[in-house]
């Protein structure tokens, strides 16, 4: 079964850090473009960072600077730190991978930042 599962969300206090991972299973992981995305109530869903089958990193503007991608093909993971939370970085977060017009998503993991 193809499935993305997201882990390492919740609470927080303003300019702390969390480590999310996203694992999969049932798909070969390497030739994957993996991302972050997240959705606050109310808003689009928006990119927090991308990492290629290469290695290549790209991140949303919000959150260069704060926030990085990596990923361990061995474990079948991409992982997002999160370093100097904001409240504004509350939403829910979401592990994607691409491969051409494949598109996988996970549930997410909710990640709750308190003044």
């Known amino acids: 079964q193809v499935q993305l599962a997201e882990s390492g969300g919740g609470l927080v206090q303003a300019g702390g850090s969390l480590r999310l991972s996203c694992t999969a299973s049932g798909i070969t992981f390497s030739p994957y473009a993996m991302g972050w995305y997240r959705q606050a109530p109310g808003k689009q869903r928006e990119l927090v960072a991308g990492i290629s089958s290469g290695g290549s990193t790209n991140y949303g503007d919000s959150v260069k600077g704060r926030f990085s991608i990596s990923r361990d093909n061995a474990k079948n993971t991409v992982y997002l730190q999160t370093n100097s939370l904001k409240p504004e970085d509350t939403a829910v977060y979401y592990c994607?991978?691409?491969?051409?017009?494949?598109?996988?998503w996970g549930r997410g993991t909710q990640v709750t930042v308190s003044p």
């Open positions: 994607n991978a691409v491969l051409g017009s494949n598109v996988i």
